[in-house]
């Protein structure tokens, strides 16, 4: 079984500070994908990757970034936390190409204050 | 860009009753997925469709795909409690990229 973990399941930080959300896979794939979740607005996607050392923009790429050192993580950080990232994380994954499902971790709920 | 819409965005439904949730999306692909989510809980697939015409069941759930109409309908049949959940449809605009409608969620009542 794939299986996608996220370093905490909640968060509570303050505004302005650096915030680092990890995910890890182990089912080796190719690509890895962070999204946010609001109510009313489904899954955006945030950031994605290819590959270690790659990244691409995804729909709503202000206020973070991504590092992608090794080929099972992906992080994801918010350089300076405002209160409107307050939302749940979600880190996916899934094979190379574009027919395989992504495989979800359980989730991160960051609150700003 | 690549719009999804689904509907309706909530469903109240009588156990042993049939519903269809539809998932429409704006431009043209022939991948589409649907995925569960329980409360407090992350997404789990449900279903890949891969072509003009596919059709995949499991259980209860059935899913179909009409990439000439835009149109994915997942088909509850007989509704039980457990399936009470927020169901999502995803589309794959490019190279693995998919863009997700805003969910709809099913409540199924005694």
């Known amino acids: 079984d794939v299986k996608v973990t996220q370093s905490s399941r909640y968060l509570v930080k303050r505004t302005g500070e650096k915030v680092f959300l990890e995910c890890v896979q182990d089912?080796?794939?190719?690509?890895m994908f962070w999204y946010r979740q609001d109510p009313g607005l489904g899954l955006r996607l945030i950031y994605f990757?290819?590959?270690?050392?790659?990244?691409e923009k995804g729909d709503i790429p202000e206020g973070y970034s991504v590092s992608r050192e090794k080929k099972e993580r992906f992080s994801l950080i918010l350089e300076s936390a405002s209160t409107n990232q307050t939302s749940m994380y979600l880190c996916?994954?899934?094979?190379?190409?574009?027919?395989?499902?992504?495989?979800f971790g359980p989730g991160t709920r960051l609150t700003v204050l | 860009e690549l719009k999804v819409e689904q509907n309706p965005l909530f469903l109240s439904m009588q156990e042993g009753k049939n519903y269809t949730i539809y998932c429409n999306y704006s431009?043209?692909?022939?991948?589409l997925y649907w995925y569960r989510q329980d409360p407090g809980k992350s997404l789990e697939s449900l279903f890949v469709?891969?072509?003009?015409?596919a059709v995949k069941q499991e259980g209860r759930l059935m899913a179909s795909l009409d990439t000439k109409a835009r149109l994915s309908t997942l088909h509850i049949t007989a509704a039980v409690h457990d399936l009470s959940a927020t169901y999502f449809c995803?589309?794959?605009?490019?190279?693995?990229?998919?863009?997700f409608g805003t969910g709809t969620r099913l409540q199924v009542t005694l």
């Open positions: 469709l891969l072509s003009n015409g």
């Open positions: 089912m080796d794939h190719e690509n």
């Open positions: 990757s290819y590959d270690v050392k790659m990244k």
């Open positions: 431009t043209t692909s022939d991948r």
């Open positions: 995803a589309v794959d605009s490019a190279a693995s990229k998919l863009t």
């Open positions: 996916a994954s899934s094979r190379w190409g574009n027919t395989d499902t992504q495989y």
